[in-house]
């Protein structure tokens, strides 16, 4: 099912971001093939064509494919979904992935379905990740956002459908809300995509 560019809900951002309407570039992406493309091609035919950032040219991609009905919200172009949800949280980085790793107990993770989790660090990220036993994958990326806060950002992907994506999103608002009111964070939401 294929929606219209105006009723994109991120038709604005995208026009906005871009100087060019969502309408205009699902023209000229029709114009162009698109429609016969898979997502690699649109994204780097976009550049190609029309001064547009790779950045903005994936935001791009990914409203076209949806507004012509190849995927829906939360859909990756394999086809799997994935659910992503951050805060931004006090503390450096090192004591908000331990703060994270001490929340996230062992009945907790048995409860999410979650395996033994991972700690990996580079200079400036600390990543906890953990095998879903669905077969889906979470990796909770935290990174210093300015002095004293840290963003901790959650990726969960390889979810199988739009359906499964519902729940694990409404999972892990519930989990966030929890983590933040547990450790007595101030929480700034930054929504799903």
């Not at 294929?2 to 114009?31: C, K, N």
């Not at 162009?32 to 550049?47: F, Y």
């Not at 001490?102 to 660090?121: A, H, I, K, N, V």
């Not at 959650?154 to 729940?167: F, P, S, Y």
Request: net charge negative; proline share 5%; aromatic share 8%.
């Amino acid at each position: 099912m294929s929606i219209p560019p105006q009723e994109h809900r991120h038709a604005a951002r995208i026009g906005a971001g871009t100087g060019v309407p969502l309408e205009v570039w699902t023209l000229r992406l029709d114009e162009a093939g698109g429609r016969d493309l898979d997502h690699a091609s649109i994204a780097r035919l976009l550049p190609q064509q029309w001064e547009i950032s790779e950045w903005w040219a994936q935001g791009v991609t990914v409203a076209y494919e949806q507004i012509i009905g190849r995927r829906v919200v939360g859909q990756s172009c394999d086809g799997d979904f994935a659910v992503s949800a951050s805060r931004t949280v006090p503390g450096d980085p090192d004591s908000v992935r331990d703060r994270w790793d001490g929340f996230m107990s062992p009945e907790r993770r048995e409860e999410l379905g979650l395996t033994e989790p991972r700690l990996t660090d580079t200079a400036t990220w600390r990543y906890w990740r953990a095998p879903v036993d669905d077969g889906t994958r979470l990796s909770v990326n935290i990174t210093a956002k300015d002095e004293g806060r840290c963003t901790l950002g959650l990726e969960h992907k390889g979810i199988e459908t739009a359906e499964g994506r519902e729940v694990w999103k409404t999972a892990w608002k519930r989990v966030l809300t929890d983590f933040a009111a547990l450790t007595d964070f101030t929480t700034f939401d930054q929504e799903n995509r």
